[in-house]
Every structure is written in C-alpha cells, then in structure tokens.
C-alpha cells in the first residue's frame, strides 16, 4: 500500500531575498530621496517668474523640504521601530510620490510648497533603511551596507544636481518632479516585491506631545538659521 508523502513547512512559500538585493534596494532607495532634496537647486532663480511670486516667497520651495526632513527623520524611526520598519519605509516613498505629483502638477506658490515638504518627509527612507539592513543582515555585512546607505546621500546630490540641470535647461520645468515621482514608484515597488518586514519591534507608545514639540524646536531652529538674514537685512537694510 502506497502512502501520500507528507508536506514539507516550507511548501508554498517564497525563499528570502538575498542581502545584496535588500542592500541594492534600499541604496537606490536613499538615492531617489537624496536626488529630491537637491531638485528645485537649478531652477531657484527663475522660480519667482514661474510661479508669480516674490523670491523670498519662492525660497520656501527649499526651506519647506529641509523643514518637514528634519521632522520626518526621528518620527519616522520611531513609528519604524513601533509599527513595522518597511511599513514606515513605504508610506515614506509614497509621500515622495505624492508630493512630487503635487509639484509636478503646480503652478503656483502654494502647491509647489505642499508638495515640496511631502517631498522632505520622505527623508526617512534612510534612517529606516539602515534600520532594516541591521535586522536582517548578517554582522560581517552590516558595516559596508550602512556605509553603502549612509553614501547614497552623497550620491544622489552628486547625479541631482547635473540630472536636474540638464532637464530644466532641455525640457519644462515640471519635468523635473515627473521624473522624481516616477524613480519614487519604481523604489516603492522594488521595496513591496524585495524587502521583507523587520520582525524587530520596540512596542511602546508615541509620545505625541513630545514629538511636536521636537517639531517645533527643529523648525524654530532651521527658520532662524536659513531666514534669518532676511530678517536682519529688513530690521537694517544699511
């Protein structure tokens, strides 16, 4: 009499990513962020004409990413530690995504500014993405994946500013973040299909009352430092 082999556990189930593709992802993941924060460099001057406003107005389209990057960079790492790290990395490229649409599609002043600081809370993916190379990388890997990571700043600023210059002197100017959106979906897609979730979890609860008033001293901090000239020059035009 024949018998029916059992199953095995792993029937059915996929074999985990390889740590050079987690690496690879979440590299290229921290480059498409990087890339972002140096956008709009190329075409400061001549925002005040495309969006009929004054230059001190249009400078926020840099200050408003800084601003909402310095927020979302702790937050995000402690919403990553709580709920889930990749889960935090994902609704992070979707604020990229969404903040680039919302740029991409503006005219004026106030989308623009919108979208750029959606575009700045995506500046978690770094700090998150380290965060997923400590779980699941093995020890004699960790060091050169989060030097790898930490680079991709550096990377992206270096391909941003040439990238951006050369579509904003060939094509429209809203080009620009059409492109962003479109390497923010590619990055979301790779990290749904190639990166697994963190099974490391602090629990605990948010300190929301903390968190904003961190906000808040960060933003205080960053207006006296990036404005404050503009204030002296008023308070002293001599």
Not at 84 to 103: D, E, F, N, P, Q
Not at 122 to 146: F, H, K, N, Q, W
Request: one cysteine or more; aromatic letters at 4%.
């Amino acid at each position: 009499m024949s018998h029916a082999q059992p199953r095995t556990a792993t029937t059915g189930t996929a074999a985990p990513p390889r740590p050079n593709v987690v690496v690879a992802v979440l590299a290229f993941g921290g480059i498409v962020v990087s890339l972002m924060q140096t956008l709009v460099i190329p075409i400061v001057p001549e925002l005040p004409s495309l969006l009929n406003a004054p230059a001190s107005d249009t400078a926020w389209a840099v200050t408003a990413t800084l601003l909402a990057a310095a927020v979302a960079t702790p937050m995000m790492g402690r919403l990553g530690d709580m709920y889930g790290k990749r889960r935090m990395l994902l609704v992070s490229l979707v604020m990229l995504v969404a903040g680039s649409v919302t740029a991409g599609l503006s005219d004026a002043l106030a989308p623009m500014i919108v979208g750029r600081a959606l575009q700045g809370l995506s500046a978690g993916v770094i700090p998150l993405g380290i965060s997923i190379m400590r779980d699941e990388l093995p020890a004699e890997r960790l060091g050169s994946a989060t030097a790898l990571m930490s680079a991709s700043l550096g990377v992206g600023g270096a391909l941003g500013l040439p990238a951006a210059a050369l579509i904003a002197d060939n094509f429209d100017w809203h080009v620009l973040f059409w492109a962003s959106a479109g390497m923010g979906a590619v990055a979301l897609l790779l990290v749904l299909a190639l990166v697994p979730e963190s099974k490391v979890r602090t629990g605990g609860r948010f300190d929301l009352i903390g968190a904003v008033g961190m906000a808040a001293g960060l933003v205080c901090l960053l207006l006296a430092i990036s404005k404050g000239g503009d204030v002296a020059r008023h308070v002293n035009p001599t």
